[in-house]
């Protein structure tokens, strides 16, 4: 069970839009390696882990991912307002705009979305942990 407090835990306060860095940006909400991935990993994983205090660690873990994907969306809604369109079909923003607005939506920076094939719960500490360790050394 989860306490949620409604106030991210940075603040986020871009005050100028721009299109062509949300595009990179998004990458770390819906991306391979991006927060939802890596909640779903731990969260997902700590299930069958046979360490209880390591099981403990992973919901830690998958929480503040919670948290960090919240931020991502809050950075790219925070680029993408009061864009003209213009702006959006310079910026090539236009191909996730024609599907999304400027609505928030789980996708890599390539435009592929989100998918549970990103990230790996095995059944096996060692192979779940080594998972973890990789995902998150390519993670920007």
């Known amino acids: 069970m989860w306490n949620y407090e409604r106030r991210l835990q940075y603040p986020v306060n871009i005050t100028k839009s721009d299109p062509e860095i949300a595009k990179v940006i998004i990458s770390q909400f819906g991306g391979p390696?991006?927060?939802?991935?890596?909640?779903?990993?731990?969260?997902?994983?700590?299930y069958s882990m046979p360490y209880r205090e390591v099981a403990g660690l992973l919901t830690d873990i998958g929480t503040e991912e919670l948290a960090?994907?919240?931020?991502?969306?809050?950075?790219?809604?925070?680029?993408?307002?009061?864009?003209?369109?213009?702006?959006i079909k310079k910026s090539g923003?236009?191909?996730?705009?024609?599907?999304?607005?400027?609505?928030?939506?789980?996708?890599?920076?390539?435009?592929?979305?989100?998918?549970?094939?990103?990230?790996?719960?095995?059944?096996?500490?060692?192979?779940?942990?080594?998972?973890?360790?990789?995902?998150?050394?390519?993670?920007?």
């Not at 994907?69 to 009061?82: F, G, P, R």
């Open 33 to 46: 390696d991006g927060e939802m991935s890596a909640s779903m990993r731990y969260l997902s994983q700590r």
């Open 68 to 87: 960090h994907m919240e931020m991502i969306c809050a950075i790219v809604k925070q680029l993408t307002q009061d864009l003209t369109p213009e702006e």
């Open 93 to 140: 923003f236009d191909t996730y705009y024609v599907d999304h607005t400027l609505g928030l939506w789980p996708t890599a920076a390539a435009g592929i979305p989100q998918n549970a094939c990103e990230y790996q719960s095995k059944g096996d500490a060692i192979t779940d942990l080594f998972e973890d360790m990789a995902a998150d050394a390519t993670a920007l």
